[in-house]
């Protein structure tokens, strides 16, 4: 009975599977299959919307297995990273409710999408996604869990793109992926800290383990998964790019925006609460940003003019609040509150094309009379309080500047120094060419009898060009016209290093050297 | 260790070479790739052979030993044999290869005898590389390497600057190669000084001798500064890093896919920088994780500037290349084996994005940004295999980038935090640079008129792309079967350093076990 929970994930990637390759080779691709793809992808995802709550039903009489172990995936040293799949409790739950919402939301998108141009492509990546989530909800290590975690955000990624020839939308693409990969890399850093202090990746014996854990300890542990977890669900710092995300259609953003992939980080909270209970600083952390993104999402909601991006604010405000309850220690609500946002946030993204039919004629709610006579509150809420020109300014800015300096530095630094090939036309064969060339304009004694390349080349280039040079002066003596402009030269070069060292992100980049040496 | 019952691994060897030699007695050019098409089949048979043949139980010791004297007056051999961690470069060079000759199939116009010839000398070089045992031949192999790429970057190259980029190239594997040989040559007279022998009958260059022959400890850090010095150049690291960008952008695009995949500076470390000077190699291991990890991020930075596909893929490696020395640098197991698949990962991936490079380059004359856009609407296909190997370069779960990533990671947060930080501030900028230029190039609308008329890929095409693209999935959803096969080599590698320096230096913590409470 345990062994029907890898079907749950396998069915719908299977499907995937199908569309995608059918789309390649060419037998799924014009309008008269749309029907053949749209059933694929219905009856895999409701299979395992069943399977899901056959298991449930077994695992509501006691009759499940706490995990199901299907075999090793990768095992280096005494690193063991298995597959397997947990089968009872809350997962299952969130499984079972996960997989009916992308039932219905699959059905719902067949009309839709109906003789839409990436028709057969949207249902490729929603049965991906549907497989993904539902690894990331069922799997019972963080790496499975880290497996699906990432592919949803591929999918999201895709459909984002789903119209990839408009410029915006690839560059909101582009921007959303970059900045869940920050989570992403949260979440490993999370993995490889419960590896090295707990010694496993395994949530159930995560649990176990956790109690043992020093205070430090688990406040590593939970804060790495906290910041995956505060990206993944668009939690403060991090709000504008469920905003950018809205590109796309919308039975697509009813999945991953409204209902299922954006509680993702609540759940992976949830999944931690014994290691989360043992380190009060994260908790903490939880309360504040669940509060401060519920503040925000409520004022910055309020002056939105747009359905979509109304629901997107009224989302990452709720779940604000499901991050706040978690780190009050209510994680039983926290989880109700899950399950339920869930459902009516499927119910109002799919109703949102039709939201204007349905308010026709009536009165749009109005802010309290207090908050709207504040002008400056106004403006704040209008540009979502300069969240994405704020992080342009202090991350992306500087690091494209950073790049574009290194990149000079690159090609005209290190490139010459580590010596370009001159070929042998460039170099001076007699004197006499030397003599030509002397009198072609070169007239300040730049004694280059030779031209070579590479560092030992050029540093004998230099000694003789050196001796040479201050053999000239021994005879001439005196100050001449190429001193002067050689100090000259020399001024401009140091002031021009002075200028980029005062830069600002040259200060931080060596205070993080320094902090990291230090660390 | 066990000896060859037959001589297969010098044949692996000798069969390009004799492929070369008879295209060169043929003049017809129309029986030339259908012979090296056969030849370079034969050798991924082979080589494929040689693989089922390793026992990798047994994969700690060298198997399929060939010894014979070679210049016997100096005690320099022709000794080949493999291990766990060089078994798999053999089938990945014949197979990068066979894809190389298959690109070079309607590409290549004039001197195609040459070219074809050239290519099969340079795969008998390359699997000599990474087979050889006597630090000599192993010598005599890579520079070996040089002639054949010299040409081939010189004659066929794309870029107006070809022969510039062919000698710089050259110039900068002989400043490689000149450290190495000093290398080479201390550890041979020490062999003489701690067998108390007279020169030249204790001279040694027996890799299996040397490893075990003590060296003191100011020799150790001379050794391991001269052969890193040698490989820096061409793994390649920062700052002897220029000539690829360069080459990648004047050589042919199916030549400068085999210079990208195939990391013989990374072998060399592996193989003989840390094992020869253990000691040593423990004690400074932090500057190597220093070194890598300015690597990698010095060229993500750089790699975000790029407008052309082919330096994009260069700076790219180059950064790869660093996340494989921090791995190393670890010295942990997982460093170690994520290190190892890694550089199975740049024969997959780094030359599958450049063949894919070549093949835009064919069909619109350029790699500029500026000059494509929109790719995804004409070329589909194109794209599709685009996606899968930048997703893995990226490290995407599912592909074969991310077993290696995640080990990767776990390694360099267990020897050092600085170092597992910089590795994950290296994946974030990866993902940045390659999702950023392919917004660039293959999204977006249409802007140019040679973009509109593009073919997509033909059979033969997809056919090339499909073998690797297979492997990244495969290694992806299965990466044990890879890791089994060098786990034993991998263990003994790490415990003979280990042990070696603990040995001679019971006082000195190595910097890979930070204690901890």
């Keep these: ?519 | 260790m066990s000896t060859a019952p037959f001589p297969v691994l010098s044949l692996i060897i000798l069969l390009p070479v004799m492929g070369a030699i008879i295209i060169g007695l043929i003049p017809k050019q129309a029986v030339t790739k259908k012979i090296a098409l056969v030849i370079a089949s034969l050798e991924v048979i082979l080589t494929g052979l040689v693989f089922i043949l390793f026992n990798p139980a047994d994969g700690a010791h060298f198997q399929l030993i060939e010894h014979y004297p070679w210049i016997p007056r100096l005690h320099i051999d022709y000794l080949i044999g493999i291990d766990g961690i060089s078994v798999l470069f053999l089938p990945m060079s014949a197979l990068l290869t066979l894809c190389s000759i298959i690109a070079a199939w309607n590409s290549v116009h004039h001197l195609q005898r040459l070219h074809f010839a050239l290519l099969l000398l340079l795969e008998a070089v390359t699997i000599g590389v990474f087979s050889a045992l006597d630090t000599m031949l192993f010598f005599l192999f890579s520079e070996l390497t040089l002639p054949p790429l010299f040409f081939l970057i010189s004659l066929w190259g794309i870029g107006p600057k070809r022969r510039n980029a062919a000698l710089k190239y050259t110039l900068f594997m002989l400043f490689g190669g000149v450290p190495l040989l000093f290398a080479i040559l201390l550890l041979a007279m020490n062999h003489v000084t701690a067998v108390n022998g007279s020169l030249p009958e204790d001279l040694s260059f027996n890799l299996l001798v040397l490893l075990d022959t003590p060296l003191t400890s100011n020799l150790q850090l001379l050794v391991f500064v001269l052969f890193l010095l040698g490989f820096s150049a061409k793994a390649p690291l920062v700052p002897f890093h220029t000539w690829l960008p360069t080459v990648l952008m004047e050589g042919p695009t199916q030549v400068t896919a085999l210079l990208i995949g195939l990391k013989l500076g990374l072998y060399g470390i592996l193989r003989f920088t840390l094992p020869l000077a253990p000691s040593a190699a423990v004690e400074y291991s932090w500057t190597l994780g220093i070194l890598g990890a300015i690597t990698l991020i010095y060229s993500a930075l750089i790699a975000l500037q790029q407008t052309n596909l082919r330096r994009l893929l260069g700076y790219a490696s180059i950064s790869h290349v660093g996340l494989v020395l921090i791995g190393i640098a670890s010295l942990t197991m997982q460093g170690l084996q994520g290190a190892l698949f890694q550089l199975f990962n740049f024969t997959l991936i780094s030359s599958s994005l450049m063949l894919i490079a070549g093949f835009i380059q064919q069909r619109t004359g350029s790699n500029e940004a500026i000059h494509l856009g929109g790719l995804a609407k004409v070329a589909p296909r194109l794209t599709c295999f685009y996606f899968l190997f930048m997703l893995a370069s990226i490290g995407l779960p599912g592909t074969s980038g991310f077993p290696a990533e995640l080990l990767l990671i776990l390694g360099a947060l267990s020897a050092h935090h600085s170092l597992g930080f910089s590795a994950l501030a290296g994946s974030v900028l990866c993902a940045a640079y390659m999702l950023s230029f392919t917004r660039k190039v293959f999204l977006g609308p249409i802007t140019q008129t040679s973009v509109n008329a593009l073919q997509d890929l033909r059979p033969r095409e997809i056919a090339l792309l499909c073998i690797p693209a297979l492997l990244v999935l495969a290694l992806g959803f299965f990466p044990n079967y890879l890791l089994k096969t060098n786990q034993m080599a991998a263990e003994a590698w790490l415990s003979h350093l280990l042990e070696q320096s603990t040995l001679e230096h019971n006082e000195s913590i190595p910097f890979s076990t930070p204690e901890r409470p």
């Design chain 1, 1 to 519: 009975m345990n062994s029907l929970v890898v079907l749950i994930p396998l069915l719908p990637f299977i499907a995937a599977i199908i569309i995608g390759i059918g789309q390649l080779v060419g037998f799924l691709r014009d309008e008269d299959s749309e029907s053949t793809t749209a059933l694929i992808a219905l009856w895999t995802t409701s299979m395992s919307f069943l399977l899901a709550s056959t298991l449930l039903g077994t695992d509501l009489l006691h009759k499940n297995a706490s995990s199901f172990l299907v075999g090793q995936w990768l095992s280096s040293e005494n690193l063991s990273i298995d597959i397997n799949f947990i089968t009872h409790g809350f997962s299952l739950v969130l499984s079972t409710l996960f997989s009916l919402l992308l039932t219905i939301v699959l059905y719902c998108s067949i009309n839709y999408m109906l003789r839409e141009t990436g028709f057969h492509r949207f249902f490729f990546v929603l049965s991906l996604f549907s497989s993904a989530m539902q690894l990331l909800i069922l799997s019972g290590n963080a790496v499975g869990t880290f497996f699906g975690w990432e592919i949803a955000g591929l999918c999201s990624y895709f459909l984002i793109l789903y119209t990839y020839n408009r410029a915006v939308a690839t560059i909101n693409a582009t921007h959303v992926f970059v900045t869940n990969r920050i989570g992403d890399a949260c979440f490993i850093l999370g993995i490889s800290l419960s590896y090295t202090w707990a010694e496993t990746t395994h949530w159930p014996n995560l649990k176990t383990v956790a109690a043992q854990l020093t205070t430090g300890e688990a406040t590593g542990i939970a804060l790495s998964f906290a910041m995956a977890a505060f990206v993944k669900s668009a939690q403060f710092p991090f709000t504008p790019w469920l905003v950018r995300a809205m590109e796309g259609p919308t039975p697509s953003n009813t999945v991953f925006y409204g209902a299922i992939m954006i509680h993702s980080g609540v759940y992976l909270v949830c999944l931690l609460e014994p290691v989360f209970e043992k380190a009060p600083l994260a908790m903490g952390l939880l309360v504040i940003i669940g509060g401060i993104t519920t503040l925000y999402s409520y004022l910055v909601g309020l002056t939105q003019t747009d359905i979509k991006s109304r629901l997107v604010f009224a989302t990452s405000g709720q779940l604000g609040l499901m991050f706040l309850e978690c780190g009050l220690g209510f994680w039983q609500f926290a989880k109700w509150h899950l399950c339920a946002h869930a459902i009516i946030r499927t119910y109002s993204f799919l109703t949102a094309p039709s939201l204007m039919h349905i308010v026709y004629g009536k009165p749009i709610a109005i802010a309290r009379p207090a908050l709207a006579k504040q002008r400056w509150a106004y403006t704040a809420s209008l540009q979502r309080f300069w969240l994405d020109q704020l992080t342009d300014w202090t991350l992306i800015r500087p690091i494209r500047r950073l790049a574009h300096d290194l990149s000079y530095f690159d090609d005209h630094i290190v490139d010459h120094l580590a010596g370009i090939p001159a070929p042998a036309i460039n170099t001076i064969s007699s004197l006499a060419e030397l003599e030509e060339k002397l009198i072609g304009g070169h007239l300040d004694h730049s004694d280059q009898f030779s031209y070579s390349s590479g560092v030992i080349g050029k540093i004998t280039e230099l000694f003789a060009g050196h001796t040479h040079w201050f053999e000239n002066r021994f005879v001439l003596g005196g100050l001449s016209k190429s001193t002067i402009t050689l100090g000259r030269k020399l001024g401009q070069a140091a002031n021009k290093i002075e200028l980029l060292v005062l830069r600002p992100r040259y200060l931080v980049i060596f205070v993080l050297i320094t902090l990291s040496l230090a660390f």
